[in-house]
């Protein structure tokens, strides 16, 4: 182990759907639970933002 270990840059966390989740910790679980929560609430959002870009559009035509 290399004194310099902790200043190398860490690789972000990732998940791959379908991935082998035997080899993780509870600790790596949770993390990557967390990760998906906040892409899934990010999506959500976008998708909340087009939905409302659209139906202004809609009613924009409609009038």
């Known amino acids: 182990m290399s004194l310099f270990?902790?200043?190398?840059?860490k690789k972000p966390v990732?998940?791959?759907i379908g991935s082998d989740l035997s080899l993780l910790?509870?600790?790596?679980?949770?993390?990557?639970?967390?990760?998906m929560q906040t892409e899934i609430a990010r999506?959500?959002?976008?998708m909340a933002?087009?939905?409302?870009?659209r139906?202004?559009?809609e009613?924009?035509?409609r009038s």
């Open 43 to 46: 999506l959500e959002s976008e």
């Open 25 to 35: 910790s509870v600790d790596e679980l949770k993390t990557r639970i967390a990760l």
């Open 14 to 16: 990732t998940h791959e």
């Open 55 to 57: 139906q202004a559009a």
């Open 59 to 61: 009613n924009l035509f």
């Open 49 to 53: 933002r087009k939905a409302s870009g």
């Open 5 to 9: 270990d902790d200043d190398r840059p």
